[in-house]
């Protein structure tokens, strides 16, 4: 398994709900609110690219989400 933390960029006012709907996802190991250019992070892991697409694609349907940005953990 893999982690990936994904950064979500939310409408104001919207990120205490989009933490609660992020938390319900499968795979979702943590999620919290942060400071910054970004208003959530949510750490995930994952066993394909495939999965890790499709939870970032679940997490950018969610009210209040503007955008996300995705870092992929390397294995050197």
């Given at each position: 398994?893999?982690?990936?933390?994904?950064?979500?960029?939310?409408?104001?006012?919207?990120?205490?709900?989009?933490?609660?709907?992020?938390?319900?996802?499968?795979?979702?190991?943590?999620?919290?609110?942060?400071?910054?250019?970004?208003?959530?992070?949510?750490?995930?892991?994952?066993?394909?690219?495939?999965?890790?697409?499709?939870?970032?694609?679940?997490?950018a349907?969610?009210?209040g989400?503007?955008?996300?940005?995705t870092?992929?953990?390397?294995?050197?």
């Amino acid at each position: 398994m893999r982690l990936s933390c994904i950064m979500i960029h939310c409408k104001p006012g919207t990120h205490g709900d989009v933490v609660k709907e992020i938390k319900k996802m499968y795979g979702i190991k943590r999620v919290f609110e942060v400071l910054g250019a970004f208003d959530v992070v949510a750490e995930y892991e994952f066993s394909s690219l495939e999965k890790l697409g499709m939870a970032v694609y679940n997490i950018a349907k969610l009210p209040g989400v503007i955008a996300s940005e995705t870092l992929i953990e390397t294995i050197l």
